[in-house]
């Protein structure tokens, strides 16, 4: 197989290496912000903020897509097998629809991510349960998120206090991994530990034409100390994968446990509220489980290789650009991955 040989080359020439897969340093299935495309069909918490056609129901369906890759720049062996080193480009999008309010199907927001180069090293041990380590950091990472048209319009006509949060910020990004599954085909246990660091500033603000900033918790706005902004996000994640039957086929099972910020508003306040409700950040626990099967091709590990079809599960604040002030949110619904 490809990966075989992949795995027992010796060290790679650097011409070699260029824009070459490395079959490590992937997202898991569980991340929140996965660096491959995915698409869910989930019953989700409904929410005033977001219920563009004022549907009843505490939970309706969704429609949401992750749209994101990495591109190569390097990858090969180092000292043999012994070592692996990765360089990446990070790109994607998060594209949140309400597919199923048939009047017009309103964009309710959109996040985009983008990266400076990721740097990914590997380990290979191969003593007990510990197959290998690896060490990868993303220098810096943005994200800026946007409303859909329709629902912002919305806003305005409402009277709401808040049209729009302007969710964007730098990072960097840590991550130790144990047990890369490079391998794609073999049993394999993986565990994952990661940090994002905020570069500067909070993770939003909201400018003057986009409403009342003043009844924004002050760790949303220019006025605290970046220290005292809870300027990070922790998460740990595990993945398993079942050996693969002789059709290609083999079970995943991946769950994530992130500590973020749930952000200090609230998006359903009126204008002509009396007094205008204020709500405070926190930091809280969020959820990430899928179960399901995924198809392999055939000797070939690469892009687009792997197919998998399963449900995915998600409670905790709302992981979506200015509605993550909305806590006990919850989805639940059918999930595809092109990885």
Not at 113 to 126: A, E, S
Not at 132 to 159: A, C
Request: hydrophobic share 35%; with cysteine; charged share 20%.
């Amino acid at each position: 197989m490809l990966i075989a040989m992949t795995l027992s080359a010796e060290s790679t020439p650097f011409t070699r290496g260029l824009f070459r897969y490395a079959p490590f340093g992937h997202s898991l299935y569980a991340d929140v912000h996965p660096t491959f495309p995915r698409i869910d069909f989930p019953f989700a918490t409904n929410n005033p903020a977001y219920n563009w056609g004022n549907n009843p129901g505490t939970y309706r369906i969704q429609t949401m897509g992750n749209f994101a890759f990495n591109i190569p720049l390097w990858a090969g062996n180092l000292v043999d097998s012994t070592y692996g080193f990765a360089v990446t480009l990070h790109a994607g999008a998060n594209l949140w629809m309400d597919f199923f309010e048939f009047r017009t199907s309103p964009i309710v927001d959109t996040d985009y991510r983008i990266g400076w180069h990721t740097f990914t090293f590997i380990h290979r041990v191969n003593k007990g349960f510990a197959k290998n380590y690896s060490i990868q950091w993303s220098p810096f990472k943005h994200e800026s998120t946007h409303i859909g048209d329709e629902l912002q319009i919305r806003q305005v006509e409402s009277g709401r206090a808040l049209k729009r949060v302007n969710v964007s910020y730098n990072y960097t990004e840590f991550v130790f991994t144990l047990n890369e599954a490079e391998d794609r085909y073999s049993e394999n246990h993986c565990l994952r530990l990661g940090l994002m660091l905020l570069w500067a500033g909070g993770w939003y603000n909201v400018d003057k034409e986009d409403g009342d900033a003043s009844i924004v918790d002050p760790r949303g706005t220019k006025k605290v100390p970046y220290w005292q902004r809870n300027p990070w996000e922790l998460f740990l994640q595990y993945q398993y994968q079942s050996p693969t039957s002789r059709h290609g086929f083999q079970g995943i099972a991946s769950a994530e446990i992130r500590n973020r910020e749930c952000y200090g508003y609230d998006l359903n306040a009126l204008k002509t509220d009396n007094p205008i409700p204020r709500k405070a950040e926190k930091r809280v626990f969020t959820y990430n489980i899928f179960v399901g099967a995924r198809y392999n091709t055939p000797n070939y590990d690469g892009y687009f290789s792997r197919v998998a079809l399963g449900i995915r599960a998600y409670h905790g604040n709302c992981p979506y650009g200015q509605f993550r002030s909305i806590d006990n949110y919850s989805q639940i619904g059918a999930c595809m991955i092109i990885e």
